[in-house]
C-alpha cells in the first residue's frame, strides 16, 4: 500500500500541523478508533475530527516526548548501529486517503528492507508495560504506519523514566492492519457524514449529549425502546457497584488520615500524601439575596440543565 507525500512539516507550525490531522486518521489516533486509548474516547476524536472542540495545546508529555525524540533517535543508532533518518512530512495511503502517517524517522532492516522508525518517552510508573511487549495503543500506531507506507516492519524505542532505554522490532501484522483498517473506514463514515460513532461513557459522550439535547419539551413522554430495560439493569448494577468502591475508597482515606495525625505530607511506597489546611472564601448568596435583593438580583445568573434522573414508575 504506497504513501504519498500530503505536506511537508518541516518548520510547520504547531496549529497549521493539527489542521492537516483532521483531514484524516492518523497513526495515533488508531487506537482511539479502536476503542483501547486510556485518554481518548471515540466520541471526542470525532468531534476533534468535525471541528466541533477547539484545538488543544500539547500537554507536559507530549512536548517533552517531542523535544526528546532527536535523542531517542540518536540513542537508538548508537547502540543498534542502525541508522535512522529523520522523516518531515505528513504521508497518505493512496489506497484509502483517510489514512495518514508522520513516521519519526525510517530505516533500513535486512531481509524486511526500509522500516518504520518510531520514538517514545514514558514515565517509570509505566516500565512494567515495556517488559516484554509494547502497550496496546502503540501497536495500533505503528501497524497503522505500515499499513499507510506498505512497510514489512518497524522499530520502536522508549526512554523510560530518563534512565531506561528499550526498543523492540515489530513485524507487520496483516490481520491487524485488516482490522484497523475497517475499523477506521467505518469511524471516517462517521466524520463524513457528521453522525457520531456508538456513544460510551466518557466525558466527551455526555457533553456532546447536552449539547445536542440542550433543554427538554414540558409535558412530553415517550415509551422507550426494549432495549432500555437492559441499559435500565446495567445502570442499577453500576450504581450498586460505586456505592461499594465509593465506601471502600473513602475507608481507605479515613485511616490514611488518622495515621498522619496533625501532619501535612506523608510518604509511603514511592507516594506522597498530603492533608493541608486550605482557607478560602465563599460568598454567602442566601444572607445577599434576603438583605440585598436588587443587588443579588443585578448580578445573579441564571443558568439551566437537564436533571438525569431513574425511579419506580407510578
Request: negative net charge.
Amino acid at each position: 500500500m504506497p504513501a504519498k507525500i500530503l505536506v511537508s512539516t518541516e518548520n510547520m507550525p504547531y496549529a497549521d500541523w493539527l489542521e492537516y490531522r483532521k483531514l484524516g486518521i492518523g497513526g495515533s489516533d488508531a487506537s482511539v478508533v479502536c476503542g483501547i486509548n486510556r485518554y481518548k474516547s471515540p466520541v471526542e476524536l470525532w468531534l476533534d475530527k468535525t471541528n466541533q472542540i477547539p484545538a488543544q495545546e500539547a500537554g507536559e508529555a507530549a512536548y517533552w516526548g517531542t523535544q526528546l525524540e532527536p535523542f531517542v533517535r540518536a540513542e537508538f543508532t548508537k547502540r543498534t548501529g542502525i541508522e535512522v533518518i529523520h522523516k518531515t512530512e505528513l504521508l497518505q495511503s493512496e489506497e484509502y486517503s483517510f489514512m495518514l502517517a508522520n513516521l519519526d524517522g525510517e530505516c533500513e532492516v535486512p531481509d524486511y528492507g526500509a522500516c518504520v522508525f518510531e520514538a517514545k518517552t514514558a514515565s517509570a510508573y509505566k516500565a512494567g508495560e515495556w517488559e516484554d511487549t509494547i502497550p496496546d495503543e502503540y501497536m495500533c500506531q505503528i501497524q497503522h504506519y505500515m499499513a499507510v507506507t506498505g512497510c514489512a516492519g518497524a522499530y520502536i524505542a522508549v526512554l523510560i523514566g530518563g534512565n531506561t532505554f528499550r526498543w523492540k522490532f515489530v513485524e507487520r501484522d496483516e490481520e491487524l492492519i485488516s482490522m484497523l483498517i475497517e475499523l477506521e473506514s467505518a469511524f471516517w463514515n462517521h466524520v463524513q457524514d457528521c453522525t457520531p460513532p456508538p456513544l460510551d461513557g466518557s466525558d466527551a459522550s455526555a457533553k456532546f449529549l447536552s449539547q445536542r439535547f440542550p433543554s427538554s419539551t414540558p409535558q412530553s413522554h415517550i415509551t422507550l425502546p426494549d432495549t432500555a430495560a437492559a441499559l435500565l439493569s446495567e445502570y442499577d448494577e453500576a450504581c450498586a457497584q460505586l456505592e461499594i468502591v465509593t465506601e471502600k475508597k473513602q475507608k481507605a482515606e479515613n485511616l490514611l488520615k488518622e495515621m498522619m495525625g496533625d501532619n501535612e505530607v506523608g510518604t509511603a511506597g514511592g507516594r506522597v500524601v498530603t492533608w493541608k489546611s486550605v482557607s478560602q472564601e465563599r460568598l454567602d448568596s442566601k444572607t445577599l439575596k434576603a438583605e440585598h435583593p436588587v443587588l443579588y438580583k443585578k448580578y445573579a445568573n441564571k443558568s439551566s440543565y437537564r436533571r438525569f434522573t431513574i425511579k419506580a414508575a407510578s
